[in-house]
């Protein structure tokens, strides 16, 4: 196995310059930076991280926090943050909490996810894990899809994308309202994301000078079975046109597929927007609330590698306002 000085020798340079181009230290010259990048390639070198870690006090490794696993937004949100930090030169953990018992190892301070260089917490609330509204370490994190205005943070403008939604649905003087969706199986790991679309909508809906008593809430978990049921219940109960705020396109996708099966037609019988523009939607016509996903992991990615490269403690808050994209159901 080779070693840093086998780098060091073949490359004729010093073994410090080495340490150097592998911790990217950019006042190395360019030309001693490609002969140590082309010996490291020739000796098939990779460093030792532990040892790394003892010399430097950096383990070029960035913890990622997600609620939990399995949906596409999550795999599209940890794409874009991979794709930055390899650019920086750091790798991630991820570490799904799933389960009270992984929250309370989560809050022990010795947790080898505070081992790393910091952190990303996605899609979760520290004001609703810890008392302290932070987490128990020194290191560098960044809130992810969530405001928080006690620590640095990267989201998605929800309430602006309900209100969105009550600017673009069609709703006739017949109408009946629903919003479907927003019920969290375990409060403490939400972060309050369908809450603030459901404002925006209700606001919204306020400032079109539509009596919010028309509205009915259809509180669901997300799960596309169960929005099929209520769209099969729907349509059999209401016998006009009905206009439906879905709080996510995986609910929206159900729901109208139940209402069709129930011989109901998309723009004749109901109207609908959902929430996300997750990739299928394109394909089936749902209308939608875009969440710059990508974005949104990238410039979070971005902000937490700059901070621990430059040793900065600046306040992050950043804002990305979501677009309306207009199908076949409104």
């Given at each position: 196995m080779s070693t840093i000085k086998d780098v060091a020798k073949l490359a004729n340079v010093s073994v410090g310059t080495v340490s150097k181009i592998l911790n990217n230290d950019s006042t190395v010259k360019v030309r001693n930076r490609e002969a140590v990048l082309k010996a490291i390639n020739a000796l098939e070198y990779s460093p030792n991280v532990h040892a790394r870690h003892l010399s430097t006090g950096k383990t070029k490794m960035i913890s990622v926090i997600l609620p939990t696993i399995g949906y596409e937004f999550q795999g599209r949100l940890i794409n874009s943050i991979d794709s930055i930090l390899s650019k920086y030169g750091f790798d991630s953990i991820l570490f799904s909490l799933l389960?009270?018992?992984?929250?309370?190892r989560f809050s022990d301070p010795?947790?080898?996810?505070y081992h790393t260089d910091g952190l990303l917490v996605t899609s979760l609330s520290l004001s609703k894990m810890f008392f302290s509204n932070s987490l128990p370490t020194n290191k560098p994190y960044i809130m992810v899809d969530t405001f928080d205005d006690r620590n640095d943070c990267v989201h998605i403008d929800n309430y602006v994308g309900g209100k969105m939604v009550a600017q673009h649905l069609e709703i006739r003087n017949e109408s009946s309202i629903f919003i479907l969706g927003g019920f969290e199986s375990d409060e403490m790991f939400s972060s309050h994301v369908f809450k603030d679309r459901i404002a925006g909508f209700i606001d919204g809906?306020?400032?079109k000078g539509i009596d919010i008593s028309k509205v009915k809430h259809i509180p669901e978990l997300l799960d596309w079975s169960k929005a099929y049921d209520v769209g099969v219940k729907i349509a059999k109960q209401v016998k006009r046109h009905f206009?439906?705020?879905?709080?996510s396109d995986i609910l929206a996708w159900g729901f109208m597929s139940g209402c069709e099966s129930a011989g109901k037609k998309v723009r004749e019988n109901f109207s609908m927007i959902?929430?996300?523009?997750?990739?299928?939607t394109e394909k089936v016509g749902i209308s939608t609330i875009?969440?710059?996903?990508?974005?949104l992991g990238k410039i979070a990615a971005e902000k937490l590698a700059t901070k621990i490269l430059n040793g900065t403690h600046e306040r992050v808050y950043v804002k990305i306002t979501p677009t309306y994209i207009e199908r076949s159901t409104n």
């Open positions: 389960s009270r018992d992984r929250l309370k010795s947790h080898y996810l809906i306020k400032e206009s439906v705020f879905s709080v959902g929430y996300d523009d997750l990739n299928f875009h969440q710059p996903i990508e974005e």
